[in-house]
C-alpha cells in the first residue's frame, strides 16, 4: 500500500513558476511509475506528466503537450517524493493537481491505469 500527499500549491501569477510535491509512505516507492494529473473545475482528470521507476538505462518521463518545454518532472527516491516543476505559468494551467502511482511498471497515460492517488492540490494561476 502506497499513501501520496501532495504539497506546494497555491497562487502564482501568469508567467510564474510553482513547484508542486508528492511525498509517498512505504517502501516500493521506487518501483512505481509516478504520475500528475490535473482536473479543472467542470472537466475531466487530464494526464500531464510521467516518470517511470529507476532502472539501469535511467529514467524516462513523458508530457502533455500543452506541457511540453514548460514543465518538469522529477522524483528523489531516496526521499520518496515526486516534484513537478511549473514554469511559465499560464491561467489554463489552473487546476487541482494530483500525483499518482501505477504499479504495473509501465508508462501511461490512462488515468484508469494508476492505483494510487493523492488528495491533490490546488493551483491557481491569475491573469
Known amino acids: 500500500q502506497v499513501q501520496l500527499v501532495e504539497s506546494g500549491g497555491g497562487l502564482v501569477q501568469a508567467g510564474g513558476s510553482l513547484r508542486v510535491s508528492c511525498a509517498a509512505s512505504?517502501?516500493?516507492?521506487?518501483?512505481?511509475?509516478m504520475g500528475w494529473f490535473r482536473q479543472a473545475p467542470g472537466k475531466e482528470r487530464e494526464f500531464v506528466a510521467a516518470?517511470?521507476?529507476?532502472?539501469?538505462?535511467?529514467?524516462?518521463?513523458s508530457y502533455a503537450d500543452p506541457v511540453k518545454g514548460r514543465f518538469i518532472i522529477s522524483r528523489d527516491n531516496g526521499k520518496n517524493t515526486m516534484y513537478l516543476q511549473m514554469n511559465s505559468l499560464k491561467p489554463e494551467d489552473t487546476a487541482v493537481y494530483y500525483c499518482?502511482?501505477?504499479?504495473?511498471?509501465?508508462?501511461?497515460?490512462?488515468?484508469?491505469?494508476?492505483?494510487?492517488w493523492g488528495q491533490g492540490t490546488q493551483v491557481t494561476v491569475s491573469s
Open positions: 499518482a502511482g501505477n504499479m504495473g511498471g509501465a508508462m501511461t497515460t490512462d488515468v484508469l491505469r494508476y492505483n494510487y
Open positions: 516518470i517511470s521507476s529507476i532502472s539501469r538505462f535511467g529514467t524516462s518521463t
Open positions: 512505504g517502501r516500493t516507492f521506487r518501483t512505481y511509475v
